[in-house]
Nanobody, 123 residues
Framework: QVQLVESGGGLVQAGGSLKLSCAAS????????MGWFRQAPGKEREFVAA????????YYADSVKGRFTISRDNAKNTVYLQMNSLKPEDTAVYYC????????????????WGQGTQVTVSS
């Protein structure tokens, strides 16, 4: 079992930055690929970014490519999502998730999910 806790969300103006963290406990994070997903009101959960177990494979949704950066520190059992140049359409609840399976861009493949952290970008 893996427990995931996100932090770092908040309210920011358009063009600003936030850094989300996802701390894991239970099992070592290095056993899992990690992903960030988001869900806006009235919309389905969507893929944002994912990183392989070693960190050698990184994937982004087209909507965030060039603005968001996913990283991981296996020694600290933590995954990060640096979000720059935020836009109002980035407003959503952001979830981190862990999976032992591939492909890692599909939410259905993830076994463990955090409770989510709210990100609100004002225009």
């Amino acid at each position: 079992q893996v427990q995931l806790v996100e932090s770092g969300g908040g309210l920011v103006q358009a063009g600003g930055s936030l850094k989300l963290s996802c701390a894991a406990s239970g099992r070592t994070l290095s056993s899992y690929a990690m992903g960030w997903f988001r869900q806006a009101p009235g919309k389905e959960r969507e893929f944002v970014a994912a990183i392989s177990r070693s960190g050698g494979g990184i994937y982004y949704a087209d909507s965030v490519k060039g603005r968001f950066t996913i990283s991981r520190d296996n020694a600290k059992n933590t995954v990060y999502l640096q979000m720059n140049s935020l836009k109002p359409e980035d407003t959503a609840v952001y979830y981190c998730a862990a999976t032992p399976r591939v492909p890692i861009m599909r939410a259905v493949n993830y076994d463990y999910w955090g409770q989510g952290t709210q990100v609100t970008v004002s225009s």
